[in-house]
C-alpha cells in the first residue's frame, strides 16, 4: 500500500501563485510515476502535470508556461509550483502515484481561484 498526503491548496486571487505537495510512504517502488490531476464541478478529472522518477515531465496543454512539477525522490515528494493562476485553474487537485505494484490517488485539495 502507498500512502498519499496532499497539502498547499487554498484560496488566491487571479494571477496569483500556489505550490501544493504530496508526499507518498508506504511501499515505495523507486521506479514510479508521481503527478497532479485536477476535478472541477461537473466535469471528468484531467492530468495537469506527471513527472517520472527519472526526470520526464507532461503538461496539460492549458497549464505549460504557468505550472512547474518537480519531485524530490529521496523524499518521494512531487510539487506543482501553480503560478498566473486564473479562475479556470479552480478545482479539487489530487495526487496520483503509479508503479509497477499499483495505482494510488490522494485525497484531494481544494483550489479555488478568485476573480
Known amino acids: 500500500q502507498v500512502q498519499l498526503v496532499e497539502s498547499g491548496g487554498g484560496l488566491v486571487q487571479a494571477g496569483g501563485s500556489l505550490r501544493l505537495s504530496c508526499a507518498a510512504s508506504g511501499s515505495i517502488f523507486n521506479i514510479n510515476t508521481m503527478g497532479w490531476y485536477r476535478q472541477a464541478p461537473g466535469k471528468q478529472r484531467e492530468l495537469v502535470a506527471v513527472?517520472?522518477?527519472?526526470?520526464?515531465?507532461n503538461y496539460a496543454d492549458s497549464v505549460k508556461g504557468r505550472f512547474t512539477i518537480s519531485r524530490d525522490n529521496a523524499k518521494s515528494t512531487v510539487y506543482l509550483q501553480m503560478n498566473s493562476l486564473k479562475s479556470e485553474d479552480t478545482a479539487v487537485y489530487y495526487c496520483n502515484y503509479v508503479a509497477l505494484r499499483g495505482h494510488y490517488w490522494g485525497q484531494g485539495t481544494q483550489v479555488t481561484v478568485s476573480s
Open positions: 513527472a517520472t522518477s527519472g526526470g520526464s515531465t
